[in-house]
């Protein structure tokens, strides 16, 4: 009776979505910060010597700091994660208010601004994202940034084609998948992209895996299905970036 017992307990377990996988609930925030000319070192060492450290210090979650390969608008790309929303708001008006954070801007900023402009997108995980786990290679991977943006009412079909071919093939033609999101604010596509982020060994591995991907039968037969009834993508609606891990990146 024990026995049969434990038995129907441990089945439950593996049925229950709640119980087999931990959702992520977590709010993410992808932040992209245009360095002025000739500030891209300074603001890469207030980040290195303090922002980290601050940010981790008031309850986020440093993903990730990238630059792109081709970085001709001195872009910084990082990741971070929150709790919530309400706990992101919390945890950045704390950090704002820090005197070590106003004691470095300070120092950072007394020969001029190290930032002309900052975006910000809010993202959820997808359901079929792989967990969100920051490791550190050696080598240095070689991350590609990818937005997928939709046709009006395609991004539950492109996202079924991911969650049902794409990841798989992904894998079976060696590209990692670091992570998968969507947006949570409608002025960042909430209803129609996808953003994704692949970590591979180096821009070889990277091009012999996509040009298998793509003439893999079963990817073939996928996409043609998905799309029998009109392209799930606008014309133009892949954004691809290649990104180079800084050294201060808790994913590289």
């Known amino acids: 009776m ?9 089945t439950a377990a593996m049925c229950s979505p709640t119980l087999a996988f931990a ?45 792109p390969q081709d970085n001709t608008d001195n872009k910084l790309i990082y990741i971070l994660s929150y709790p919530s ?3 992101r708001e919390a945890s950045w008006k704390a950090f704002l208010a820090d005197p070590v954070w106003k004691a470095a801007y300070a120092e950072s900023t007394k020969d001029g601004k190290l930032i002309s402009k900052v975006e910000s997108v809010f993202m959820q995980t997808t359901d079929y994202s792989p967990a969100i786990k920051p490791t550190v290679t ?7 940034l990818r ?15 991911f969650r049902d071919h794409t990841t798989g093939l992904f894998e079976k033609h060696g590209l990692p ?26 821009q070889a591995t990277r091009d012999a895996g996509f040009k298998a991907f793509g003439a893999d039968p079963e990817w073939k037969a996928a996409r043609d299905a998905s799309e029998a009834n009109g392209k799930l993508l606008i014309k133009g609606g892949v954004q691809s970036i290649f990104l180079v891990p800084t050294d201060y990146s808790p994913a590289r």
């Open 2 to 10: 024990k026995a049969c017992s434990l038995f129907m307990v441990l």
């Open 23 to 67: 959702e992520d609930s977590r709010c993410y925030e992808m932040r992209t910060y245009y360095a002025n000319s000739d500030k891209l070192d300074a603001l890469h060492a207030r980040f290195r010597d303090h922002t980290v450290g601050l940010f981790e210090k008031h309850g986020m979650t440093n993903v990730g700091y990238w630059v």
């Open 85 to 87: 929303r309400e706990a």
């Open 138 to 144: 050696d080598p240095a991977r070689l991350f590609e």
């Open 147 to 161: 937005i997928y943006t939709t046709n009006e009412g395609r991004l539950d079909g492109l996202n079924a084609r």
């Open 177 to 202: 998948q670091f992570g998968y999101w969507t947006p949570t604010e409608e002025a960042d596509g909430r209803d129609n992209r996808l953003i994704y982020l692949l970590a591979v060994r180096d």
